[in-house]
């Protein structure tokens, strides 16, 4: 006889376990603690088993009988039912592994393993963390072109277009793994190209007139601050590098008897090794920051500890107390500063290139370059180094 709500209610544990029926191998089994759980006893090929429903009262009586009846068709189909609930169990968990969040977490891990630049990685976790959240409990096969511009157009109307192009490229990186991972079929953030505006292009704020840059030396040169940080910008002028390329020099990276500052492919921005050629004045300025102190590795290492950088906006705050906006010159600029001069008196541009670093699009070319402009390096670097003091006396 069917079960009543009432019957299951009043149901008292005794000291052995026992089973009320509920008709078609449906039973609920009240056990000595109390507890009582829907079972339903089957055949299946010949053998009887017994599928666990869930327990009483979070299954109620109606649940256990759609459960029961649901075993029923499986039984019909030729299908197990115990079977199918670990498959459905597995099912659940795959799709807990497709939410955006998952397979952004499962991205950023690659990216860690490939070693991309500390500032790179700091940068796509923002993205994830922040800005995609949204996305984060979102199965990812659902994410649609709608949703997606949905979330870009308020960080693009704020004025971020730059911002906005960077996250959708990694919210494209992202669906790209799970396209190869089987968990999305398509990246609709492809289809946002043309629905977001184009980034307004603005170069590095720099001084590209000699007789400015030679005035900016000479204050640089009566700079009253601390003169670790003004001896470190006047290294990364004479030698071209990138701001955190100087501030993170470490002495073992330098040879004095080849005066030669090899950086290593960790701290670069393109990850390949840079070797820079020092010209009398930038090894003079190495030789007065090197340090014996057992343990100190930083050529220029922070006013706070000698084991720790200096502030990645120390250089632009000295260049701000020395009278100069952001908008005049900043010490990316630098590079610029010196691309422009060198190109405007005619030196070879792929000299230039090379020591800025900057990487060929063409392959062949690339590995060509690198291989043969060192005595061109060599000898501009001294070039670019007597000009900066020629600037001084302008």
């Known amino acids: 006889m069917p079960l009543s709500d009432l019957q299951i209610r009043k149901a008292k544990q005794k000291d052995k376990a026992y089973r009320l029926s509920d008709g078609w191998g449906l039973h609920l089994a009240v056990r000595p603690t109390g507890s009582k759980l829907w079972q339903l006893?089957?055949?299946?090929?010949?053998?009887?088993?017994?599928?666990s429903i869930g327990q009483y009262p979070a299954v109620s009586l109606a649940?256990?009988?759609?459960?029961?009846?649901?075993?029923?068709?499986?039984?019909?189909?030729?299908k197990d039912p115990s079977v199918q609930k670990q498959l459905d169990l597995i099912d659940a968990h795959v799709k807990a592994r497709m939410t955006f969040k998952e397979v952004a977490d499962e991205?950023?891990?690659?990216?860690?393993?490939?070693?991309?630049?500390?500032?790179?990685?700091?940068?796509?976790?923002?993205?994830?963390?922040?800005?995609a959240k949204p996305l984060h409990n979102r199965p990812i096969d659902q994410i649609t072109a709608a949703e997606l511009l949905h979330l870009l157009k308020p960080i693009e109307r704020s004025g971020r277009r730059e911002t906005t192009k960077k996250l959708r490229a990694t919210i494209?990186?992202?669906?790209?793994?799970?396209?190869?991972?089987?968990?999305a079929p398509a990246?609709?953030?492809?289809?946002?190209?043309?629905?977001?505006?184009?980034?307004?292009?603005?170069?590095?704020?720099?001084?590209?007139?000699?007789?400015?840059?030679?005035?900016?030396?000479?204050?640089?040169?009566?700079?009253?601050?601390?003169?670790?940080?003004?001896?470190?910008?006047?290294?990364?002028?004479?030698?071209?590098?990138?701001?955190?390329?100087?501030?993170?020099a470490r002495m073992q990276e330098f040879d004095?008897?080849?005066?030669?500052?090899?950086?290593?492919?960790?701290?670069?921005?393109m990850r390949r090794e840079h070797k820079v050629p020092l010209s009398r004045q930038a090894y003079d300025i190495v030789m007065e920051n090197w340090s014996e102190i057992k343990g100190v590795e930083l050529l220029f290492p922070s006013l706070i500890s000698n084991r720790k950088l200096v502030s990645e906006n120390a250089f632009n705050t000295v260049l701000r107390r020395l009278g100069y906006s952001g908008d005049e010159v900043?010490?990316?600029?630098?590079?610029?500063?010196?691309?422009?001069?060198?190109?405007?008196?005619?030196?070879?541009?792929?000299?230039?290139?090379?020591v800025?670093?900057?990487?060929?699009?063409?392959?062949?070319?690339?590995?060509?370059?690198?291989?043969?402009?060192?005595?061109?390096?060599?000898?501009?670097?001294?070039?670019?180094?007597?000009?900066c003091d020629e600037f001084r006396a302008l």
């Open 172 to 183: 494209s990186a992202i669906f790209r793994l799970a396209m190869v991972t089987m968990r």
């Open 107 to 131: 991205y950023y891990e690659t990216l860690v393993d490939r070693e991309l630049a500390p500032a790179t990685l700091r940068k796509k976790r923002w993205h994830i963390e922040d800005l």
């Open 356 to 387: 800025l670093a900057h990487q060929d699009p063409n392959a062949i070319r690339r590995t060509y370059n690198r291989t043969t402009y060192w005595d061109q390096r060599v000898e501009l670097m001294q070039i670019w180094a007597d000009l």
């Open 256 to 269: 004095l008897a080849t005066r030669t500052w090899t950086i290593p492919a960790t701290r670069m921005k």
């Open 187 to 248: 990246d609709p953030s492809a289809a946002l190209k043309d629905a977001l505006l184009a980034p307004k292009v603005k170069g590095r704020a720099a001084i590209t007139d000699e007789k400015e840059f030679g005035q900016l030396l000479r204050r640089l040169d009566g700079y009253p601050g601390w003169p670790v940080i003004p001896a470190a910008m006047k290294f990364q002028i004479l030698t071209c590098t990138r701001p955190g390329e100087t501030r993170g």
């Open 41 to 51: 006893r089957y055949r299946f090929m010949g053998k009887e088993k017994l599928l």
């Open 63 to 78: 649940d256990a009988r759609r459960e029961r009846d649901d075993a029923k068709r499986l039984l019909a189909e030729g």
């Open 330 to 354: 900043t010490a990316h600029g630098f590079r610029v500063t010196a691309s422009t001069i060198l190109n405007s008196r005619e030196h070879n541009p792929d000299v230039i290139e090379a």
